[in-house]
T-cell receptor
Framework: GQQVMQIPQYQHVQEGEDFTTYCNSS?????IQWYKQRPGGHPVFLIQ?????EVKKQKRLTFQFGEAKKNSSLHITATQTTDVGTYFC?????????????FGKGTKLSVIP | NAGVTQTPKFQVLKTGQSMTLQCAQD?????MSWYRQDPGMGLRLIHY???????DQGEVPNGYNVSRSTTEDFPLRLLSAAPSQTSVYFC????????????????FGPGTRLTVL
């Protein structure tokens, strides 16, 4: 079945440093979503990428979808303590009628003040 | 709107006991899902429903049953609890954006933390 690999598993950064997490799928995706989960909380939707090569920005966050629609990345510029949490990517297969989202295992971000 | 609600927030069971985790949404969403989250494993899909009366299995369905008699509710039943089912359970709902199923986004409930002794 579809597999979504996410790296790194953990990342510790000093406040103000940049952070990037990468997501790779074993199959071509129709779209990819990114979620953030704060410690003790539930996943919260951040963004969805649909088009090949798409780049979207949300303030200090930049999301990219690869040209082959098999990989994606999330980059945070100048991290803040409010960025702490686990970031998940979730991909959906490109097959017709496909509903299931497959989540990566997440990247846990710690920010040292 | 309350969004997606889950009860209970915490539960401790003994091996072999059965119970139902409740999930409700008031957003008139067609799609509802159950995930379990284990340390280092991310979120794994247990069961999902694309509408009232329709359910299907996800990645890890064994030991769980679901039903969808109304649009609002999607309970998850543990038939005979096992220690391997100790986990955090999240219910999620989603709706189409436009005509394409592939453009929906998921709204998660606060989760139920289940321990099976």
């Amino acid at each position: 079945g579809q597999q979504v690999m996410q790296i790194p598993q953990y990342q510790h950064v000093q406040e103000g440093e940049d952070f990037t997490t990468y997501c790779n799928s074993s199959t071509t995706l129709s779209n990819i979503q990114w979620y953030k989960q704060r410690p003790g909380g539930h996943p919260v939707f951040l963004i969805q990428l649909v088009k090949s090569g798409e780049v979207k920005k949300q303030k200090r966050l930049t999301f990219q979808f690869g040209e082959a629609k098999k990989n994606s990345s999330l980059h945070i510029t100048a991290t803040q303590t409010t960025d702490v949490g686990t970031y998940f990517c979730a991909g959906r297969n490109s097959g017709a009628g496909s509903y299931q989202l497959t989540f990566g295992k997440g990247t846990k971000l710690s920010v040292i003040p | 709107n309350a969004g997606v609600t889950q009860t209970p927030k915490f539960q401790v069971l003994k091996t072999g006991q059965s119970m139902t985790l409740q999930c409700a949404q008031d957003m008139n969403h067609e799609y509802m899902s159950w995930y379990r989250q284990d340390p280092g494993m991310g979120l794994r899909l247990i069961h999902y429903s694309v509408g009232a009366g329709i359910t299907d299995q996800g990645e890890v369905p064994n030991g769980y049953n679901v039903s969808r008699s109304t649009t609002e509710d999607f309970p998850l039943r543990l038939l005979s609890a096992a220690p391997s089912q100790t986990s955090v359970y999240f219910c999620a709902s989603s709706t189409r954006q436009g005509a394409k199923i592939s453009t929906d986004t998921q709204y998660f409930g606060p989760g139920t933390r289940l321990t099976v002794l």
